[in-house]
């Protein structure tokens, strides 16, 4: 695939943070592309956005634009930071417009606990917590599960959970869906995905997969009415948030069904610029088992992060003597950032069914939105965004205006600004162990060179997206958190 | 995945897999190799592998490796997947050129 500038340079502004290349600059393109970003943020963007999000415009059936979110860099297939919604009818699904890790997502947990009292037991608490949430190359999590178990586990999701004792009724309802996308059949996943998946629910994973303890600072609260209603009260208070996805089996689901699109594709004349890119008509037989399948592994990630949240629970009750509710340690949000979803939307004056891909971007929908607690319901839904494990996360809630203007959708992190492999090159994994733990920050790690991966400097500054998204009304600040200790697969 | 130097080598394993493309041959055995990493914690820094056929084609390897131990095998990244991105596999003057890029 070219990663020329040539498209780049074929941008042009189109309102304030806002750039559009129009389809007559690439053949094959039937919408516009548009990109959400600053001018600096615009020309961070590796070539490849570019290529990538043209290439998104080619796909039958997309409906209105490609676009791409200011944290956009350059992925497979999709941008990170791609979203596209195709007519449900006569568009395609593509699994390279989801992401290998499906449903990876973020959760936000807040605590009635101050930096004060967590602070002496920093060291002790990250301890605890590696060793009740594996992670890492080969993790194996605690819950045993049947096949039969498993499946219901990709039907049910985070319910599953809660059934079992692995969390409390009211976790459910602040979660994207109720933790439970419909349409999950696990008569679609293959029995390698099974296989693959089965022994690690309760994991974290490894690359940019985390669970960290964070504090809200002085200054760190933007809207206080938004800010109260999502129980985000005080300068001080302690919050945990984790990363992480449907591990094995989802990356197992996106490997089967990539390669059966690969061979489908010309029975149903189709033809993409990106082998990654590849796809099936929504309503075909590989369309739908794949949706199927692909919801079966949501909904196992959903699973993943609330049993997660179980140990992390027990932890705390551990360490500060006493129980996961007195310590307030309640779901604030869950959403995913790597799915396609059927969704109801207005476009050109009437309602349409949408398939709504989001690859590494979140769900944002406005107040009102009929799956939000009532609790929420006036604010909007909260976009919980995770920042670099040096530099801290943001809180959001969506706007009316994303309904109208991205099918309510988001960015989801600060975006890379260099490769893996360029980050281990400029620090050593140990040595920033060390600095960070000299700024108050305690790291532990199952792998010292991922670490490095994920240095601070190897991301685009998160206060940069975060004005982009809130200029643009695409989600509107509401907290900043940052690190104080952090666990890394 | 792993520093094969802190990885005691004590399993042996075969592998047969059939592809109508020699690229989707590649894409499946390197696909096994992940797969094998997660179902079993199996890791196989040796491998013999021959190739026949014409289409389709049908790989044999003969596998040597160990079981990822958390105490004393040092992690590095964990694939996720191959993709197809920037995916190449063509014939040289010299033999075989591959380009594959690995989702971790």
New interface residues.
Partial sequence: ?RTSPELRAKARPAGDCVWEIAPSEKAGMRVPARIYASEALFGQMDDGVFEQVTNVACLPGIVRAALCMPDGHWG??FPIGGVAAFDAEDGVISPGGI???INCGMRLIRTGLSEGEVRPHITELIGALFEAVPS?????GFVRLTEESFRRVMVQGAGWCVTHGYGWPEDLERMEGQGCLPGADPTHVSA?AV???IE?LGTL???NHYLEIQVVREGGIHDPVAARALGVEAPGQVFVMLHCGS??FG??I??DY??IF??AMPRYGIRVN???L?CAPFRSPEGQAYFGAMTAAANSAFANRQVITHRVREVFSRIFGRDARTLGLEVIYDVCHNTAKLERHRVDGREMELVVHRKGATRAFGPGAPDLPSAYRTIGQPVIIGGSMETGSALLVGTAHAMEETWGSTAHGAGRTMS?AQAKKLVRGDTLIRDMAARGIVVRA??K??VA?EAGFAYKDLSAVVDVLHRLDLSRRVATLSPIGNIK? | ??DPATLSITVERAVNIEA?QLD?LL??WL?EL??L???D?HIFPVAQVSIAGEGPFRLEAALQGGV?D?ER?A????P????????VLEQTADGWRARL?I??
Avoid: C, N, W
């Fill in positions: 695939m497979y297939g992401g290998f890790d890492g190359v080969g993790a194996k390698r296989s693959r998946g690690q994973g490894s690359g591990r094995g990356h197992q996106g490997t990539l390669r690969d061979q990106d082998r990654e590849a893996r199952a792998s060179s991922g991966e697969g | 995945m792993v109508p989707l894409y499946d696909s992940i797969y990493k997660d179902r914690r990822i958390p095998t992690l590095g990244a964990d996720k997947a191959v993709t197809f991105h920037q995916f890029v989702d971790i």
